[in-house]
């Protein structure tokens, strides 16, 4: 895969995840954060609502995330949700 | 440095393992004062109802409120249902005995069959589990690695077939909230209950929070946290057994761990919730309520800085989640007229 088509899978993650956020969760949608921004931190998503990106990333990206997989460094922020399913995908 | 900043510094107290102990003669006389006021003045009633489930903070609710009304003005109220352990109701009987307060006994199960509780719970768990059954066990839980990682709080489902097998898996949200919201009923209903009995007694409802499960959300909107007055909210769990010993609370009561005993597979209040012994959990809420630096934290109860950064991380998480089970009902402009 050369740097283009990298970067573009990347955007395409990031923006799906951001979707989703933005569709389930109304404040998102009110809130200028970052990328990178910790979305618990920012009260963006609480614990059931982050059960509903689990969901959505598993069915989305045809994947599944095994419980020792759920701990902030792979899903505090958009920016790390697109590291780990980048990481997942590269593992097929 | 200036003169805020010394205030402050000179003002904040130093962390040890003694920081909870508590003058439980004092505590206690305190405290009545508050019920005797609330109940009386306040809010003008006659008594008060405490729904007592053999568990250590409504044992210490209904002592206090005997303490401060006097026996003939308190009704111990045991709500049972199909899940509870039979052992709570032998535990809520030796208080209730050990106090000499009117009891009254309503098994709430039927009406939780009425309101679908168990049916509605079941269909969700169904899903995760199709081999699932009446006859099985179950309960929810949390990750129990909150040391070891930074975790989300993530619930699972764990089944036991009659014949002892085990099977866990994470919950998807539609069957969690299913879940949740089935087995709210039974909290619910409970106060449905309490309120009757209030009412025709023309008492107070005693809630009967610490200050870890009115802190970290760790009640039912419109269930247990429906109350007229909540007396020991604002003492650590820690503090709560040294007012039962001291109320002389039936050694078999402090003997018990804290249990949710709200699923029918045994599960414990840190399993369901806290993810660390209680006396673990109240010094370093403590802690970070007053402010104390993790290092420091760490290196008082043996665990490393970044252990201990992870806990107080739950406990801010916690409160985010549900800082909306305290809010009272919002209005689109004030009504000036009531308070």
């Known amino acids: 895969?050369?740097?283009?088509?990298?970067?573009?899978?990347?955007?395409?993650?990031s923006r799906s995840i951001q979707n989703c956020i933005h569709q389930n969760f109304p404040r998102a949608k009110q809130q200028n954060y970052s990328m990178s921004a910790d979305l618990?931190?920012?009260?963006?998503?609480?614990?059931?609502?982050?059960?509903?990106?689990?969901?959505?990333?598993?069915?989305?990206?045809?994947?599944?995330?095994?419980?020792v997989d759920v701990v902030p460094e792979n899903f505090a922020s958009i920016k790390a949700m697109t590291g780990y399913v980048e990481r997942k995908l590269n593992q097929r | 440095m200036t003169e805020a900043t010394h205030k402050i510094k000179s003002n904040k107290k130093p962390f040890h393992s003694d920081v909870l102990k508590i003058d439980a003669t004092e505590e206690t006389k305190k405290i009545t004062a508050a019920i005797q006021e609330n109940v009386y003045d306040v809010l003008n009633k006659q008594g008060a109802v405490v729904a007592t489930s053999g568990g250590i903070d409504s044992s210490v609710t209904v002592a206090l409120a005997t303490r401060a009304l006097g026996k003939e003005r308190v009704l111990?109220?045991?709500?049972?249902?199909?899940?509870?352990?039979?052992?709570?109701?032998?535990?809520?009987?030796?208080?209730?005995?050990?106090?000499?307060?009117?009891?009254?006994?309503?098994?709430?199960?039927?009406v939780l069959d009425a309101f679908g509780c168990y049916q509605r719970r079941d269909e969700a768990v169904k899903r995760?589990?199709?081999?699932?059954?009446?006859?099985?066990?179950?309960?929810?839980?949390?990750?129990?690695?909150?040391?070891?990682?930074?975790?989300?709080?993530?619930?699972?489902?764990?089944?036991?077939?009659?014949?002892?097998?085990?099977?866990?898996?994470?919950?998807?949200?539609?069957?969690?909230?299913?879940?949740?919201?089935?087995?709210n009923h039974k909290q619910r209903t409970r106060k449905q209950f309490e309120y009757y009995h209030a009412d025709r007694l023309n008492y107070v409802v005693l809630g009967t929070p610490n200050r870890l499960e009115y802190d970290q959300g760790f009640f039912v909107k419109g269930g247990d946290g429906l109350a007229d007055f909540k007396p020991i909210a604002h003492l650590y769990?820690?503090?709560?057994?040294?007012?039962?010993?001291?109320?002389?609370?039936?050694?078999?009561?402090?003997?018990?761990?804290?249990?949710?005993?709200?699923?029918?597979?045994?599960?414990?209040?840190?399993?369901?919730?806290?993810?660390?012994?209680?006396?673990?959990?109240?010094?370093?809420?403590?802690?970070h309520n007053h402010n104390i630096n993790a290092s420091e934290v760490a290196k008082k109860m043996g665990y490393t800085t970044e252990q201990i950064e992870r806990v107080y991380a739950d406990i801010e998480q916690k409160r985010r989640t549900t800082a909306y089970l305290h809010q009272h009902a919002l209005l689109t402009e004030p009504v000036l007229e009531i308070a």
């Not at chain 1, 598993?58 to 419980?67: K, P």
């Not at chain 2, 009446?134 to 949390?142: E, G, M």
């Open chain 2, 128 to 183: 995760v589990f199709p081999e699932y059954t009446s006859d099985y066990k179950l309960k929810i839980t949390l990750p129990q690695n909150l040391l070891e990682t930074g975790r989300i709080n993530v619930y699972s489902l764990t089944i036991e077939s009659p014949d002892g097998e085990q099977k866990s898996k994470r919950l998807p949200p539609r069957e969690l909230l299913q879940i949740i919201a089935a087995t």
């Open chain 2, 76 to 110: 111990a109220l045991c709500l049972p249902e199909r899940d509870s352990r039979a052992e709570s109701k032998s535990l809520a009987d030796l208080v209730i005995e050990n106090l000499g307060v009117e009891s009254i006994t309503e098994n709430i199960g039927p």
């Open chain 1, 1 to 13: 895969m050369n740097q283009t088509t990298m970067k573009s899978t990347t955007d395409s993650i």
């Open chain 2, 237 to 287: 769990k820690t503090q709560v057994y040294a007012l039962a010993e001291y109320l002389e609370i039936p050694e078999e009561v402090l003997a018990q761990k804290p249990t949710t005993d709200t699923y029918s597979l045994s599960q414990t209040q840190e399993e369901f919730y806290f993810s660390l012994p209680y006396h673990e959990m109240d010094l370093v809420l403590w802690a």
């Open chain 1, 40 to 67: 618990f931190e920012s009260g963006i998503i609480d614990s059931l609502g982050f059960l509903t990106i689990i969901s959505f990333i598993e069915q989305h990206f045809n994947t599944t995330i095994s419980d």
